[in-house]
């Protein structure tokens, strides 16, 4: 008699009809048949297992689990303190701080939020908006600076159409968050800036330039670059490692089979800490808020009608109080066990999801459509030939 668990690493995840093994040392996600996720479901509860099963043999073989002579019990590795995550008061980790601080410009790029475009990337682009309100002041902005500063934000992020009109302020506010967080990323339009601005930002910020033309980019910054999502399974080639594709569309309708927007290949790799942060967080909007030009709080520069206030007359801490309309409770802990149909899919611990593309598309914040896996088949669906 023997019994096969996996290791302390590796996890079964269920799904409403096969299962998949995560293996956060190595990164892997195994998918599983319905079959072989019976048989890990029954080895994972100490059932009866046979050695000379050639699916059990080669897991053994991957390091993905082992044979045992009598029942065990594995306990599984886990990142953090189950103490911690619970103990009321304690401040807010916050990653990432977005500050738009202007909406101005003289283009009129195709995929602009001011046009009603959705974009996959747009919260790492520039955009301006539509929008009525008074801009924020620039004792204000350091005032903002000084209270992430104080709740130790980990990276701030400035952004807000063409940031070189005004660019002795935009210097002034570079200058103050420099001195008050360790990581400052400053994202604009390729054309925006010169050769003199370039040399001075060289050195105190990290530079995402959007373009429309990948000729002649070279390798010190990073680059953002649209595509029709229409056409985005065209899509052939490999990109350089410092370019990010923006998939843009007005509607994303019809759905695109096969685009790595909601195809199998946007299942990145994982490890411990995704899969930790995906069991009880959103993927991207966790720990992040945005500041926009008039002041409204977002918790994602693309979803402008998500604002949990003012902080003209606010201050930015209350914003992260423990209560049900705090960006926390709506939308940093909406993880995909959350999501209608994510939560019956076994890769909702590995995967991506973009609420600003999905509310925008459904209206709804908790729906899921840009996704070609259906979990209830276990299937995946394939482009036309």
């Given at each position: ?87 009321e008061?304690?401040p ?16 009129s ?54 940031l ?8 002034e ?26 040399a ?13 033309d ?30 990010m ?19 199998k290949?946007?299942i990145p ?24 030009w ?24 209350t ?10 409770k709506k ?55």
């Open positions: 008699m023997m019994y096969f668990r996996l290791n302390p690493e590796c996890y079964y995840i269920k799904g409403a009809k096969n299962g998949a093994i995560y293996d956060l040392i190595e990164g892997n996600v195994y998918a599983l048949t319905s079959d072989e996720s019976r048989m890990i479901e029954a080895c994972e509860k100490n059932g009866e297992a046979d050695p000379q099963d050639p699916f059990l043999r080669d897991l053994k073989h991957r390091v993905v689990g082992n044979f045992y002579p009598t029942k065990v019990f594995i306990e599984k590795i886990r990142l953090g303190s189950p103490i911690a995550e619970y103990q008061g304690n807010p980790v916050i990653s990432v701080a977005v500050l738009e601080i202007g909406n101005e410009c003289d283009r790029c195709w995929y602009c939020g001011q046009s009603g475009i959705s974009r996959s990337r747009g919260c790492l682009g520039c955009n301006i908006w539509a929008e009525d309100g008074t801009p924020v002041g620039m004792d204000r902005w350091k005032e903002l600076i000084d209270e992430l500063s104080r709740l130790h934000c980990m990276s701030i992020l400035v952004k807000g159409g063409d070189t009109r005004d660019w002795e302020k935009t210097r506010i570079l200058e103050y968050a420099t001195e008050h967080c360790k990581k400052v990323i400053l994202i604009g339009h390729r054309e925006h800036f010169s050769e003199d601005k370039l001075y930002l060289e050195n105190k910020v990290t530079l995402i330039l959007q373009t429309d990948l000729s002649g980019i070279g390798d010190r910054h990073s680059y953002l670059f649209p595509v029709d999502y229409a056409k985005s399974p065209e899509l052939s080639g490999d990109l350089p490692k410092n370019v594709i923006d998939m843009v569309s007005r509607t994303f309708t019809p759905l695109q089979p096969g685009s790595p927007l909601n195809a290949k946007k790799r994982t490890n411990l800490f995704t899969f930790t942060h995906h069991n009880r967080l959103h993927p991207c909007l966790a720990n992040s808020v945005t500041i926009a008039n002041g409204e709080v977002l918790p994602c520069p693309m979803m402008r009608d998500h604002s949990l206030g003012n902080i003209n007359n606010r201050k930015l801490w914003f992260f109080r423990n209560t049900e309309d705090s960006i926390q939308y940093w802990n909406l993880s995909l066990n959350d999501l209608d149909k994510c939560s019956a899919c076994e890769f909702r611990y590995s995967c991506s999801d973009c609420r600003a593309l999905e509310t925008a598309k459904t209206g709804d914040l908790k729906r899921k459509v840009l996704c070609d896996y259906d979990p209830s088949e276990g299937t995946w669906q394939q482009p036309a030939a």
